[in-house]
């Protein structure tokens, strides 16, 4: 008989995540391989704490053209430095340090040519930063105490080179305006549907009155 896992009850905890990627050009293309860029794909807390706390490993499952496609990285900074030539879809998976939690997935497309931005030393290189946020639903007892000792207080603003508070707000205004979308949808779709049961009652009273 399996364990009975405790959960608690009512309880919501979010934890805001930002994932990306960074890339510069090489000095040359590299012979060997072809490759023109080094890059970093990248996991962070959004908020300033230790994340050892509530994850136990991150995934970064590369392009199949390297040779150790899957990379497991165990503690901070969650992150892979490569080099390459092509843009491609990196998986990011997220292990909790309860494995009664489920992994998450993220997809990040691996950027290498835009957007750039200007770093403080007058160098350009190329970023993408996304937000996003875990939410765990009546977490286990022991992982519900791990994301409360690691509860951040204020944003990690120093670890990101857009704007993050910015690129925070546009994404909850995206996800605000695609749920409102949805809506709608589903609305116009319980309206289609009340007709259609509305044809199918007159034209079963209509079959019943020629029998």
């Avoid at 998976?93 to 770093?119: C, G, M, T, W």
């Avoid at 970023?127 to 409360?148: G, H, K, N, S, W």
């Avoid at 207080?153 to 707000?169: A, C, G, H, T, W």
Wanted: charged share 30%.
């Amino acid at each position: 008989m399996a364990d009975i896992v405790e959960r608690m009850k009512k309880k919501t905890v979010v934890k805001p995540i930002v994932y990306g990627n960074t890339a510069t050009r090489l000095e040359q293309k590299r012979e060997s391989d072809q490759h023109t860029h080094k890059w970093t794909v990248f996991l962070r807390p959004y908020m300033l704490e230790d994340p050892t706390k509530w994850i136990r490993k991150v995934q970064f499952k590369l392009h199949e053209s390297y040779a150790n496609q899957t990379r497991i990285i165990e503690e901070p900074p969650y992150e892979v430095t490569e080099t390459g030539w092509g843009e491609f879809e990196v998986q990011i998976r997220i292990y909790f340090v309860d494995s009664n939690e489920k992994p998450i997935v993220a997809f990040h497309y691996l950027r290498l040519f835009q957007p750039l931005i200007e770093l403080p030393s007058g160098e350009q290189i190329v970023c993408t930063e996304f937000y996003d946020e875990i939410i765990f639903q009546e977490p286990t007892v022991q992982m519900y105490r791990a994301l409360q000792a690691s509860e951040g207080k204020r944003p990690d603003k120093q670890s990101f080179l857009n704007d993050i508070e910015q690129v925070k707000n546009r994404t909850r205004e995206l996800g605000e305006h695609a749920q409102k979308e949805i809506a709608a949808e589903i609305e116009d779709l319980r309206e289609t549907l009340k007709d259609a049961h509305k044809l199918i009652v007159k034209y079963s009273a209509e079959l019943v009155e020629q029998e």
